[in-house]
Nanobody, 125 residues
């Protein structure tokens, strides 16, 4: 059984930082990619960052240069380091396993195979 458990969300002022963690089980990076999606208060959902089995990473334009995705295979954990946070980063962040870490794999797509429960990130000015 695949399980994804996120943590690390919270409230922070603009310009601050947070690090999200996603501990996974029942999953091998040999099979699929992983990514961080977010759903905003306006219900917009997007892939903000992803990582493939070969280490290739993806970042949306909105977070490029501010967010960093990394993985610790020994701990079965994927991280999302978020710096220089902005109010528009406020969202529920979800760790997900997908067939491909690509913005073409949208939130409602069958290609997103598993979701975590989500962690709230709130950025205030």
């Amino acid at each position: 059984e695949v399980q994804l458990v996120e943590s690390g969300g919270g409230s922070v002022q603009a310009g601050g930082s947070l690090r999200l963690s996603c501990i996974y089980s029942g999953f091998s990076f040999d099979d699929s990619d992983m990514g961080w999606y977010r759903q905003t208060p306006g219900n917009e959902c997007e892939l903000v960052s992803g990582v493939s089995a070969d280490g290739t990473t993806y970042y949306s334009d909105s977070v490029k240069g501010r967010f960093t995705i990394s993985q610790d295979n020994a701990k079965n954990t994927v991280y999302l380091e978020m710096n220089s946070l902005k109010r528009e980063d406020t969202a529920v962040y979800y760790c997900a396993i997908s067939t491909l870490a690509s913005p073409l794999v949208r939130c409602g797509s069958w290609e997103v195979l598993y979701w975590g429960q989500g962690t709230q990130v709130t950025v205030s000015s």
